[in-house]
């Protein structure tokens, strides 16, 4: 049982690489990233901050803690975007293109 739990595994880290190429080389995938930022009372931008789904999202394509964070900020603190998703969805997308992981 053993030995068939081990070739299974090492038969399986075999085809891993070869299926992350593939998926890699058929161009740019689709990437759902939830902008959820906390407002606030006020009007003004005060404590607008980037709540932690969108960091974790963030973070999960690729990014460090700090540079999701940064992007949420960013994004968050945009006074265009105060009552314009469309316009954080751009600036996500922009980020995104401009400046992908590493």
Do not use: K, N
Request: net charge negative.
């Amino acid at each position: 049982m053993t030995r068939l739990t081990l070739a299974l595994a090492a038969a399986f880290l075999a085809v891993v690489p070869t299926v992350a190429a593939a998926h890699a080389q058929r161009g740019a995938q689709r990437v759902v990233v939830h902008i959820e930022c906390f407002r606030g009372p006020w009007r003004e931008i005060i404590w607008d901050r980037p709540e932690v789904g969108f960091t974790d999202d963030l973070v999960a394509l690729g990014y460090s803690f700090a540079e999701a964070e940064a992007i949420g900020y960013r994004v968050c603190r945009d006074p265009e975007g105060r009552d314009d998703p469309q316009h954080m969805a751009d600036v996500v997308r922009d980020i995104l293109r401009t400046q992908p992981p590493r």
